[in-house]
């Protein structure tokens, strides 16, 4: 069992920034590959981007160049920094952490982008 809590959510103008942090507990030596999707009203969840145990990311196309995703393995987090921010970044940011068996939620955290 894996327990995932995000944290770093909130308003932010366009253009700004905002840094969400996951941090993971229980059984997280399974865990081969972390997550961040967003979901806006009425839109399905996407993918935003994923980092694997050695390391290797993955973004999609709209946040490329402007999200980074990195992992603090000593203290078990992984973060999203969102940089150049736009309104259509809007969304609740959902952490994602899979294991050989499943893949576990966190409760998500809300990124707001408006002036």
């Known amino acids: 069992q894996v327990h995932v809590v995000e944290s770093g959510g909130g308003l932010v103008q366009p253009g700004g920034s905002l840094r969400l942090s996951c941090g993971t507990s229980?059984?997280?030596?399974?865990?081969?590959?972390m997550a961040w999707y967003r979901q806006a009203p009425g839109q399905r969840r996407e993918l935003v981007a994923s980092?694997?145990?050695?390391?290797?990311?993955n973004y999609a196309d709209s946040v490329e160049g402007r999200f980074t995703i990195s992992r603090d393995n000593a203290n078990n987090t992984v973060y999203l920094q969102l940089n150049s921010l736009k309104p259509g970044d809007t969304a609740v940011y959902y952490c994602?952490?899979?294991?050989?068996?499943?893949?576990?939620w966190g409760q998500g955290t809300q990124v707001t982008v408006s002036s």
């Open positions: 229980g059984s997280v030596s399974s865990i081969w590959r």
């Open positions: 994602n952490a899979k294991t050989q068996y499943r893949a576990y």
């Open positions: 980092i694997t145990n050695g390391g290797i990311t």
